[in-house]
């Protein structure tokens, strides 16, 4: 089944960190650029950012740039979202989604991983 | 920056109805604009891409049109499963942008 899984979502305390998974499986992995894209609660979407196919270059969104850092492990078919210094406005539902080339349409999503950053 | 501006916010509309959503960018983005559906408590959901092209698995009422600043999503003979919020989403320069939403409701 062609599908992306996240994980690693959860309740954390402003300043600190956390990190997000989401592992592809029943396609290519390293034939996608992968990218992050959040939806706080009640609005709309907002890009994070992009990893390359073979995980040789990122690009990030500014809100994110410097505290987030997007990586991937092709031999596990895993990208990842590391966030740091997180602050209550990154409380969202954080997806992971596929493009065939750097940038194009969305065609495969996760299911979603919500953080709430919260004291 | 590209900036997506869509209208309405908000669509109220009966069963057989005809749903028409535009999105409009704040500078040219040749045909670099898709479409997505997203239900509540749910993922989006690749509708439209490239402003006009067809995605497997999507019925027919969905079809999209537009180049340039310019894009429209129209949604004929409207189904109650097509109750949900829509985006338009621009691919042509990063940052990647999408617009505001359009919630589609069902009379």
């Known amino acids: 089944q062609v599908q992306l899984v996240e994980s690693g979502g959860g309740v954390v305390q402003p300043g600190r960190s956390l990190r997000l998974s989401c592992v592809g499986s029943g396609f290519a992995f390293s034939d996608f650029a992968m990218h992050w894209v959040r939806q706080a609660p009640g609005k709309g979407l907002e890009w994070l950012g992009v990893t390359l196919f073979d995980g040789s270059n990122e690009f990030y969104a500014d809100s994110v740039r410097g505290r987030f850092t997007i990586s991937r492990d092709n031999s596990k078919n895993t990208l990842y979202l590391q966030m740091n210094s997180l602050r209550p406005e990154d409380t969202a539902t954080y997806y992971c989604a596929r493009v065939l080339s750097v940038a194009g349409s969305f065609d495969l999503w996760g299911q979603g991983s919500l953080v709430t950053v919260s004291s | 920056e590209i900036v997506l501006t869509q209208s309405p916010d908000f669509q109220s509309v009966t069963p057989k109805g005809k749903v028409t959503i535009t999105c409009r960018a704040s500078?040219?983005?040749?045909?670099?604009l898709h479409w997505y559906q997203q239900k509540p408590g749910q993922s989006p959901k690749l509708l439209i891409k490239?402003?006009?092209q067809s995605i497997s698995g999507v019925p027919s009422r969905f079809s999209g049109s537009g180049s340039g600043t310019d894009f429209t999503l129209t949604i004929n003979s409207l189904e109650a499963e097509d109750a949900a919020t829509y985006f338009c989403?621009?691919?042509?320069?990063?940052?990647?942008?999408f617009g505001g939403g359009t919630k589609v409701e069902i009379k």
């Open positions: 490239y402003a006009s």
């Open positions: 500078r040219d983005i040749g045909g670099s």
């Open positions: 989403h621009q691919s042509s320069n990063l940052p990647l942008t």
